[in-house]
């Protein structure tokens, strides 16, 4: 029942026995977010540090929360309020954690690659959050227990993903997830937002919204950053919207018992009209339901706790 | 032994029953608060969000102390380190909060009506924490539960609260407050910080500090907030406390048996001289005390939890 | 098995005894940590305060995992979001703090003298971590606890300190508390960074590293404290290195025997070289591990808990 990963960096080269062991116990802590009492024990006295040097409400208070029903002590550590203000460096940082013998740490950083640099610095178990451009597995995972639990399966669905593709660690850490677990997606946005050279990831590219949409069971759009604008890789916001922002009128592209998700926050009217992402096709609450009960799934499993 | 409300959002429309239960219920807690130790486990497994949009330190320790005594997880949200920087919406920020399957949000936010809004956009329990100028009715609560637990009662002792009347959220509750409870209020300030209408209140309005002072048991001094003083409706600081700031010189005014009371923090020197402040007539760190009471109370009563 | 002190105010005037139960205590908790599950019940229901007025990761973090190891409970406090920007005194702080009945208050302020100060207004436990020039006592224990750990005792071991001893309260705090446990010490640094008198210190003072090095069984660095050059005490930082900073080549100067400490962070090539900071004769990763054992010791014995 243990996982064959140590530390979830990524889901790039993850098994489909790991992703269904995760998500099969995160239908359990499901079950458990349904009761009065959302508390168990099994990770009772072991000590995670969440080390967060981008800021994240959401994604930081799903970890807390999840640590916390899971009966573990969080440690919550940001970056404006740490000795990198005093220079120290994150090998530093790492190793003076470990010191204090911490169990677990999740980690979100600007930079891609340095939860798996931890894991060269610690024996603690290192779980990614989020890191640069890279990758963002928790939030996949998230995906694809939303989508399976609304489907019933994963295995030959079509998703599509719209939004600025190039630089979204989402799109990306879905593409490897989804493709392990024999799902067909595909990728859309502006052709100066998407991946020159797709086929590592699996997945189909078009710029063209309506040849995503038509034939997808699940239109996933990304939240568009605003403060990327400026790097002239980006169509003005009035003009995203038009192209591929999604509202009731659009939503007839979609087959009828197509979804909508997003990993939020949503910029409403932008990427998505406020009655399409409030509306009964769209999962977004679901989403961050089922996020607490990932996220509970990969610290029960790799934290070594005791039966659920 | 419930209560008919489901959440707290202010005082204004609660029944004499219902403060009457919570006060009762917080000198249950009061007592535990006095044993070695304070914590119970009537709320282990409940998380509570404390949702603070405007820094407060008092407010947020009491009511984070009086979660842990009640052995509830809190969680800290402040709007500084929140998606509020990502321009998400309020609904959209307690609408994720509930997805998380949150049961009480502590929500404190510099606009009036915040809190009755959340009730409308979640199934959580919503305990305001102080709206804009609207209420604040927990610190009306620990008020009035200072009072009684000082008098034996409240119906028909005389208070006299003095200061900004006019944007003062603890003088609104505890004006609903008292008049229910059947205690005598006046309201005493410049007039051009006094309420035009005051009916509404059910309080006598002076702008006179003699006349508000010589018959009163309880004197409420508000806080003098220095940053408004740019509105030009506020008098100088100095002439503010000639008028209204109590020395023991003006101490004489009152009654030999009245008290001095205060929310907190104290401008010493301004609203209230220091050997006042900490004087024998002064029970402000009782109302530091009560307010935890008060707090667990609340907490406990709208949580659903077991017997204390 | 208690200690003489009530409150941990710093190292100057405990006695032997009180450090030795102190030393004891913490290796006891130093196995505790080494088990997979490191929580103990012995402070369930106590309620400490981190009241942070200078930030500070390490530090704090180390207290928060000491006490929520010991089961107690941590409300963290820090400056920035406090009452502080509203004009409140340190006592009226202090005061509310204990009216909302807390057992403890762990204290760090850039002011010396301020844990003194506030143990005349409150009743609570005031434990030192830090204040301005003073003290820093669970740092110099910590770091008697690391030698004694390596040298299976403390008497009669030579120790230098070398650094900005004039304005070092780990220096300080080391050199009471050493004398006291029969050390001998040496302080040593550039001439306008050492303390005019150093009699009462009981420490021996240059300015000469060879002589503090070539027969000491520690050599302790002291971090650079970059903002301080200003102030025109400080030599140019190439030639506090050249002179002071220990890389492979002054590591010769040492008894073969001697180990390395620093109190972190580290300034890597400044104070000590990479390759001596992460050699072999390095403790200072084990000084991290037994700050947390340290500062569960003196929670415990000051708190009151049951038997650990």
Excluded at 79 to 98: P, Q
């Amino acid at each position: 029942m243990g996982l064959a990963i140590q530390h979830l960096l990524g889901l790039e080269g993850i098994s489909e026995e790991d992703i269904t062991t995760i998500l099969d116990t995160a239908e359990r802590f499901h079950e458990v977010l349904q009761r009065d009492i959302k508390q168990v024990p099994t990770l009772r006295g072991k000590t995670v540090v969440n080390l967060f040097y981008e800021s994240s409400t959401r994604t930081r208070i799903s970890f807390e929360l999840a640590e916390k029903r899971l009966s573990a002590s969080p440690i919550n550590f940001s970056a404006t309020t740490s000795s990198v203000n005093k220079g120290e460096t994150l090998r530093d940082t790492i190793r003076n954690i470990e010191a204090m013998k911490i169990d677990m740490v999740v980690v979100r950083h600007h930079a891609a690659g340095v939860p798996h640099f931890l894991t060269q610095c610690t024996d603690a178990v290192i779980i990614n959050a989020g890191d640069g451009f890279h990758e963002h597995p928790t939030q996949a995972l998230l995906d694809m227990m939303s989508i399976r639990r609304h489907f019933g399966r994963l295995r030959g669905l079509r998703v599509a993903i719209v939004g600025d593709i190039l630089h979204s660690r989402v799109a990306r850490s879905n593409a490897w997830g989804m493709r392990t677990m024999g799902v067909k997606l595909t990728l859309c946005g502006p052709p100066t937002l998407l991946p020159q050279h797709s086929e590592a990831l699996g997945a189909k590219i078009t710029d063209n919204l309506e040849e995503a949409a038509r034939e997808t069971d699940v239109l996933m759009l990304l939240r568009l950053q605003m403060e990327r604008q400026q790097s002239g890789l980006f169509p003005a916001v009035r003009e995203y919207r038009s192209r591929y922002g999604i509202d009731l009128e659009k939503m007839r592209m979609l087959p009828e018992h197509a979804i909508i998700m997003h990993p939020g926050p949503v910029n409403r009217g932008i990427e998505l009209a406020s009655n399409v992402a409030d509306g009964p096709r769209s999962i977004i609450l679901d989403q961050v339901t089922n996020g607490v009960a990932v996220r509970m799934a990969v610290l029960y499993l790799l934290g070594g706790g005791d039966n659920a």
